[in-house]
């Protein structure tokens, strides 16, 4: 490990317990699932959008 990465991580992690430590790798943890669920939903909602873009075009096409 270099003495950048370890300045890096007494910086970051030094003052913190144990119990701390976990937690905030629990939290981390939940915020990446949460932050994927969004994606999720942004990709269904423009896949949606595009589809009903496309229906409202086809329905336009024949009037």
Do not use: I
Request: hydrophobic fraction near 45%; include cysteine.
């Amino acid at each position: 490990m270099s003495d950048a990465t370890l300045c890096k991580w007494k910086a970051k992690y030094g003052g913190m317990t144990v119990s701390e430590l976990r937690r905030l790798k629990d939290l981390e943890a939940e915020n990446m699932e949460r932050k994927r669920l969004l994606a999720d939903a942004m990709l269904d909602n423009a896949g949606l959008k595009e589809l009903l873009a496309m229906e409202a075009g086809k329905h336009h096409a024949f009037e």
